[in-house]
């Protein structure tokens, strides 16, 4: 009689157990798992303390329909009421202006360096200038562009002028999210594409761009979140005005970054840090919004295998 026995990896005739784990690698497993966790419960406790901060001394102006039509003209420091209309306008404005300018040419430069440039000396010249723009500060931006905006063409310090600091901090961040989302598509679908006959500019537009859409968009995100918060600019590039302004080339114009700095040397008066918290807490919501509408976009816009 015979038995039938499991058919098992074996060396020298004896069985090797592939499925089970040594005590040794149980424990290193183990520590590991605690590790990682403890490192994520670190880092959130700063987050949420500063959330937890912010939501409970700024939630309750923005409560009132007066903070989200109103300005902050003829209220001072000492004075309760107005609203960050002006503001939260003049932020929109100067992002939507700095998207416009560097999407595109992040975009481009991205599909540049990754369907094109491969190799070649001028995508590396490229390459290497993009990794010294991320370095740059905010401060050294502005400066730069108001060497040249108001130094030599002698233009007035208007919003504008903050947008073109603002592209030379968002160009780097978005093209490199770019290239590295472009780098993910398969080269497979290339190759599909390109034995159908299709040319290459069209492979691009039509397979590796909306292949990588959603990662893009993210990027995008990621980009005006980063200058949406910049003060330097503002500070150095427009003067903060305390009336609605909507036009980018005339005049002064408010932004969320610099109504907080408008208040924050009057902190100790219950009005002027009530605005503060408000306003950054208002900054906080839009940053929320506008990577919560990425993800939509980029869900409704993913390419779906049928």
Do not use: C
């Amino acid at each position: 009689m015979t038995t039938l026995t499991e058919n098992k990896p074996s060396y020298d005739g004896k069985v090797l157990d592939l499925t089970g784990k040594s005590g040794v690698r149980a424990a290193k497993n183990t520590l590991a798992t605690v590790l990682i966790a403890l490192a994520f419960a670190v880092a959130m406790i700063p987050l949420l303390w500063i959330l937890a901060t912010v939501i409970s001394k700024g939630y309750h102006l923005l409560l009132t329909a007066d903070w989200w039509t109103e300005s902050q003209r003829g209220i001072t420091v000492r004075r309760a009421g107005g609203g960050a209309y002006h503001a939260i306008m003049g932020t929109l404005i100067m992002a939507l202006i700095t998207a416009v300018i560097a999407v595109p040419i992040a975009v481009l430069g991205a599909v540049y360096l990754v369907e094109y440039g491969k190799g070649t000396r001028a995508a590396r010249v490229v390459s290497f200038m993009i990794d010294i723009l991320t370095g740059v500060p905010s401060i050294v931006a502005a400066l730069f562009v108001y060497a040249v905006w108001i130094t030599v063409f002698g233009f007035n310090r208007v919003g504008f002028a903050v947008s073109l600091s603002l592209v030379l901090l968002m160009l780097p961040v978005v093209l490199r999210s770019t290239e590295e989302m472009l780098k993910l598509v398969p080269d497979e679908l290339r190759e599909a594409s390109y034995a159908l006959g299709v040319p290459k500019w069209k492979t691009i537009l039509k397979v590796v761009v909306p292949t990588a859409f959603g990662g893009i968009v993210t990027g995008v995100m990621l980009g005006l979140a980063r200058v949406m918060g910049e003060t330097a600019p503002l500070l150095i590039l427009v003067g903060y005005s305390k009336s609605i302004n909507l036009n980018p080339f005339d005049g002064f114009m408010a932004a969320l970054p610099t109504m907080i700095n408008q208040d924050r040397t009057e902190l100790a008066l219950p009005n002027a840090a009530d605005r503060v918290w408000a306003a950054a807490l208002t900054l906080i919501l839009l940053v929320l919004a506008l990577n919560l509408l990425a993800r939509v976009i980029a869900r409704f816009s993913a390419v779906r295998s049928k």
